[in-house]
């Protein structure tokens, strides 16, 4: 016995209970994935023939341009973050995509047509995974930007016309959730990016009032190039400013994969904290900070740039404040007080005492018979002198 064919009116009602839906904002979905499954599965319950659907968004990111969500009926989503040279290739070039983003015009290939143009790349390869029929659309956003969005169907003979007309209805509310999404991602990237990543979470969160924020406790870490000052009078600005970015290509993800939060960029250098807890208590965060340091060196080492600079640290751990501070509309989330000075002043001693990598007494405390005393020196602003050491030297 054959199902019984759909009630027309039944699933009229689906399609229009899912643009409702995602009118609503597509609540109460936590995320992307969430909307993207939610779309999909609703519009194949209404009857519509998607087997497929891939959601290309930009971002304003340093190192990323793009990301894609790909779902498939049966396999659900798959993210992927593209990086900006993935632009330049022929998989981004020889497709739909940027037609469809300077026109602002659907693209559609019936691929079972005979006279299907080959003029993609997706066309044979979506033909040889047996589908059927391709159809790119742009979601211009408010401001005008353009995305793009694609739908690809499995079922022999392609898209119906009551396919096709639904898919148009959604393309309106995608493109609104869309943008909502994106607002949120690229505000969430800025802030990471300029203020760091748990300054731009608390951001986000709320906390955007002078005053906000509140103690903690951290292992502080600054670093800056040695001999950065004699070198930037005989170079250009130019060569300076790519020097500083190759440099700090080698530093910064190494503080940021041992847990730390880079707050500051001083010119030559770095101002990073490592926040403790209980779980991460300050033996371990000024190990990973020290590990941080280490591996960043390695990897300037191994790394070939026109001029080649030392790195001097220091490291120390304290309680300061963490929050906004400023005057007026303008306002800066970062860290102040003794403690964070006591370090940037421990910074200049070692220069004073010729070392690389220095330590104040509170953090080598934390690793008994793994210090060593270089000297003491006189820190501005602090009350006699102050013993500076570093790791011990592995014995030859």
């Not at 880079?262 to 926040?275: N, S, V």
Request: aromatic letters at 8%; one cysteine or more.
């Amino acid at each position: 016995m054959l199902p019984p064919s759909p009630d027309p009116s039944q699933q009229q009602a689906k399609v229009d209970a899912l643009i409702e839906w995602m009118i609503d904002g597509a609540r109460p979905a936590a995320n992307a994935v969430d909307i993207i499954e939610g779309i999909c599965t609703r519009l194949l319950d209404a009857g519509v023939a998607v087997d497929r659907f891939g959601l290309f968004i930009w971002t304003l990111h340093p190192n990323l341009t793009g990301r894609r969500f790909l779902w498939k009926a049966g396999e659900g989503v798959d993210r992927v973050d593209a990086p900006s040279q993935l632009f330049t290739t022929a998989i981004y070039t020889d497709n739909p995509l940027p037609h469809v983003i300077e026109r602002r015009t659907p693209v559609r290939r019936h691929l079972e047509d005979p006279n299907c143009p080959e003029d993609y790349i997706i066309v044979g390869e979506l033909r040889e995974q047996g589908f059927t029929d391709y159809l790119a659309q742009p979601l211009i956003y408010i401001n005008g930007d353009t995305h793009v969005c694609t739908w690809s169907c499995a079922t022999p003979g392609g898209f119906s016309e009551r396919d096709l007309a639904i898919l148009e209805r959604v393309r309106g509310p995608l493109a609104r959730l869309t943008e909502t999404y994106m607002l949120r991602l690229d505000a969430t990237y800025l802030l990471s990016t300029y203020v760091g990543r748990n300054s731009g979470a608390q951001i986000l969160e709320g906390k955007v009032h002078r005053g906000d924020g509140g103690e903690i406790e951290a292992v502080i870490l600054f670093a800056d190039l040695k001999g950065f000052t004699r070198l930037s009078n005989s170079v250009s600005g130019e060569a300076l400013v790519r020097l500083l970015n190759d440099t700090f290509d080698c530093l910064a993800p190494s503080v940021m994969a041992h847990g730390g939060e880079i707050l500051k960029f001083m010119g030559d250098g770095f101002f990073a904290i490592f926040p403790t807890s209980k779980n991460l208590p300050p033996k371990t965060q000024i190990k990973a900070a020290i590990t941080a340091v280490q591996e960043g060196w390695k990897s300037l080492l191994t790394t070939e740039f026109d001029h080649k600079l030392g790195v001097r640290t220091a490291i120390h751990h304290g309680r300061f404040h963490y929050g906004n501070i400023g005057g007026g509309d303008r306002l800066d989330f970062t860290a102040i007080g003794p403690d964070v000075n006591l370090t940037a002043r421990l910074l200049t001693a070692a220069t004073e005492l010729d070392c690389d990598n220095v330590l104040s007494g509170a953090a080598a405390a934390f690793l008994p018979g793994l210090c060593e005393k270089v000297g003491t020196v006189s820190l501005k602003g602090f009350g006699g002198d102050q013993a500076v050491w570093q790791l011990r030297q592995p014995q030859t």
